[in-house]
């Protein structure tokens, strides 16, 4: 993987801050996934998140199979931090951002699990549990749903995680491992 291609590549695009890390750095942590079951509307309502995603263990896993990640942020201005409806619609720009990195890796012969900010939003009624998700292929899961202690990770990779004053910070994390050790 060319790590350089890749930081060279993201220059064209509106990404606030980035780092490259090791699997074994991502923090899972299963009282994020009790905030998800007690706190979120999004809960048992997405193929993005739990319990469609499968257990903590089962995600980690997931991530376990890959060789490196590279996680990165956007801003964007929001009406009401506390409406969760319009703070979705308002990640629009981050989910193309994150669909053009995935394409950066892909061109690096990478093969990629995407992770993202939120549940997913491409359907106004999302299929789930009754049949399969409409669109696999651009569906990411959400990062906080595989139990994962964003800020935490945030942190260790000196990433700022800014919000307040309307403004949000949204994250991705592609994990890549190289297609022909498939
Ligand atoms: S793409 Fe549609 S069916 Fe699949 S998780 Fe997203 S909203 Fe649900």
């Known amino acids: 993987m060319n790590q350089e291609s890749i930081e060279a590549a993201i220059t064209s695009l509106p990404i606030c801050d980035y780092a490259f890390l090791e699997i074994k750095d991502i923090p899972f942590r299963e009282e994020v996934r009790h905030i998800c079951r ?26 376990e199979a890959y060789q490196g990640g590279f996680l990165f942020t956007s801003m964007a ?4 931090l506390e409406a969760l409806e319009g703070t979705l619609a308002a990640r629009t720009e981050h989910e193309q951002i994150t669909r053009q990195v995935r394409d950066m890796f892909l061109g690096e012969g990478q093969e990629v699990l995407v992770l993202s900010t939120e549940s997913c939003a491409i359907c106004e009624h999302c299929t789930y549990p009754d049949a ?51």
């Open 77 to 80: 201005e929001v009406p009401d």
């Open 132 to 182: 399969p998700c409409r669109c696999p292929d651009r569906m990411f899961p959400c990062l906080e749903g595989f139990g994962i202690l964003v800020t935490g990770l945030a942190e260790h990779c000196g990433i700022a995680f800014l919000s307040g004053n309307n403004l949000v910070t949204w994250f991705s994390l592609i994990l890549y491992r190289d297609r022909t050790l498939s």
């Open 38 to 63: 007690t706190e979120c509307s999004r809960y048992g309502k997405s193929w993005s998140c739990p319990p469609a995603v499968g257990t903590v263990e089962a995600c980690r896993e997931r991530c």
